[in-house]
């Protein structure tokens, strides 16, 4: 019996650390202080008090050493990932076309973004084994708001089929975008379509817009060429906008902006334009109107 719990207690050092051994030992200790003040005489629940204290105190301090140390760890991994997914991209010329991007945010009063985007794209190398997008509020959002921001891609569903969700990362960039990388099972091949939908939850993406009653521009910039673009936002009943198209030129671009009022449901401002140049920043600005 000695003998296999010395190599249980081995085997529980070396995949938890001395951290975690340490953590165990203060609770244990702090446990049995607990007994001892509920069970003991006087000296020994003053006694066992501060065996307690201090096992609390202990433990949390491991607690948030423990913490750091992962955090460092995880955030290794990821620089490590991002390396390796750029050394890839620039060694294989990753590269494809959309065919459509269709894009619906559901703007709450509070500034809290929903988004729905649904992807097809071409590939245009020979293998592609991960598609990226780079995602961001438009604005210096605080780091603990960012926390906050959830990301899925999935595979289109059609007739019961499909819909499961990708392997993704997630890294914060220098410029404040998020770059979400949808990494797939088996390497695309050239000509190969990709169905996507990204689904983002992005609390106070739009707070500069609702709740400061500021110009807010949602704009996009596709380093490829886009042949189709559908770009819908949607704001809560009772909110009237003014609305500019940014980066594209009438006469020299095919677009069309459209604001549909309706007293009953809420406001939707949408783009629609084709054969999009790559790198061109094309959106909407928007501006809430003041109330009558």
Not at 141 to 156: F, G
Not at 271 to 279: G, M, W
Request: net charge positive.
């Amino acid at each position: 019996m000695l003998k296999s719990f010395l190599g249980w207690l081995r085997d529980y050092v070396l995949y938890t650390g001395i951290v975690g051994l340490a953590e165990g030992v203060l609770g244990i200790l702090a446990f049995g202080g607990l007994l001892s003040v509920l069970l003991g005489n006087s000296a020994i629940k003053a006694g066992a008090i501060v065996a307690v204290l201090l096992g609390v105190i202990g433990l949390y301090i491991l607690l948030i050493a423990n913490r750091v140390e992962w955090r460092s760890r995880t955030e290794l991994d990821r620089r490590l990932l991002e390396r390796y997914c750029r050394v890839l991209r620039e060694r294989h010329g990753h590269s494809w076309r959309i065919a459509s991007w269709v894009e619906c945010a559901e703007v709450r009063a509070n500034g809290d973004a929903t988004e729905v985007i649904t992807v097809k794209a071409v590939v245009e190398c020979d293998f592609l084994d991960f598609f990226a997008v780079r995602t961001g509020a438009g604005w210096n959002q605080p780091e603990k708001a960012r926390r906050k921001v959830k990301v899925a891609v999935k595979t289109i569903e059609v007739d019961g089929i499909g819909g499961t969700r990708r392997d993704t990362t997630s890294t914060w960039l220098n410029d404040g975008r998020l770059e979400v990388i949808a990494h797939f099972g088996s390497p695309a091949r050239r000509g190969d379509e990709i169905l996507m939908v990204i689904e983002k939850e992005w609390p106070g993406k739009c707070a500069p817009l609702m709740r400061d009653r500021q110009p807010d521009e949602f704009a996009l910039t596709f380093a490829c060429v886009t042949d189709y673009l559908e770009y819908a936002i949607q704001l809560p009943q009772g909110n009237e906008v003014a609305c500019d198209v940014i980066g594209l030129v009438r006469g020299q671009h095919d677009y069309a902006l459209a604001v549909k009022r309706n007293g009953v449901g809420p406001t939707e401002v949408s783009l629609v334009a084709r054969d999009i140049p790559p790198r061109l920043r094309v959106g909407m600005r928007l501006d809430l109107k003041k109330a009558r």
